[in-house]
T-cell receptor, first 116, second 110 residues
Framework: ETGVTQTPRHLVMGMTNKKSLKCEQH?????MYWYKQSAKKPLELMFV???????ENNSVPSRFSPECPNSSHLFLHLHTLQPEDSALYLC???????????????FGNGTRLTVT | KNEVEQSPQNLTAQEGEFITINCSYS?????LHWLQQHPGGGIVSLFM???GKKKHGRLIATINIQEKHSSLHITASHPRDSAVYIC????????????FGKGTRLHILP
């Protein structure tokens, strides 16, 4: 039990579909993140939310739309994706974004997305 | 050029060997993370370092801030240590910006 739960674990979708990835954390953290991991590339930060407000959007295409209804839940809504969007999407959380001692990231197991 | 470089990219070793994975970075940082990613995709945070050395079981992580270098060591390696090990740095001039290395794929043979 990592404390960060992602669903679904695997998702196959067509380019015209609309789907959503869900992340839930039970750690009482205030910051949540979406990362993308493509084959043979480093993890890429997509979005950061702190206290349910988006604080960073790393030039992510608009076909990815995040939503953070509360500090425990984070969604990534997907529509009209491209095959190159196929990747492992990881959710993470941390206690907060500030303070002299930086808080470690806690990752979920990821959703492996395949766009056909 | 990546701001975080790991070496080696791939490492295969026999069970019991002492393993060293290196991470070099070219930016100012406030902390460095070592992460372990299992074959199924799940990631576990192993260490967060801002100076010195930390030890947890058979894992040891060191950091030299002046040289901008960190190492992750595994003593008495075991096949269950087979995973991808990722170095990540938290920048000191942008709130919570983290840059990841490409990872080192470790395979321990029984």
């Amino acid at each position: 039990e990592t404390g960060v739960t992602q669903t679904p674990r695997h998702l196959v979708m067509g380019m015209t579909n609309k789907k959503s990835l869900k992340c839930e954390q039970h750690l009482g953290h205030n910051a949540m993140y979406w990362y993308k991991q493509s084959a043979k590339k480093p993890l890429e930060l997509m979005f950061v939310y702190s206290l349910e407000e988006r604080v960073e959007n790393n030039s992510v295409p608009s076909r990815f739309s995040p939503e953070c209804p509360n500090s425990s839940h984070l969604f990534l809504h997907l529509h009209t994706l491209q095959p190159e969007d196929s990747a492992l999407y990881l959710c993470a959380s941390s206690q907060d974004l500030t303070g002299p001692i930086n808080s470690p990231l806690h990752f979920g197991n990821g959703t492996r997305l395949t766009v056909t | 050029k990546n701001e975080v470089e790991q070496s080696p990219q791939n490492l295969t070793a026999q069970e019991g060997e002492f393993i060293t994975i290196n991470c070099s970075y070219s930016v100012g940082i406030s902390a460095l993370h070592w992460l372990q990613q299992h074959p199924g995709g799940g990631i576990v945070s192993l260490f967060m370092l801002s100076s010195g050395k930390k030890k947890h079981g058979r894992l040891i992580a060191t950091i030299n801030i002046q040289e901008k270098h960190s190492s992750l060591h595994i003593t008495a390696s075991h096949p269950r240590d087979s995973a991808v090990y990722i170095c990540a740095v938290r920048l000191d001039y942008r709130d919570d910006k983290i840059i990841f290395g490409k990872g080192t794929r470790l395979h321990i043979l029984p």
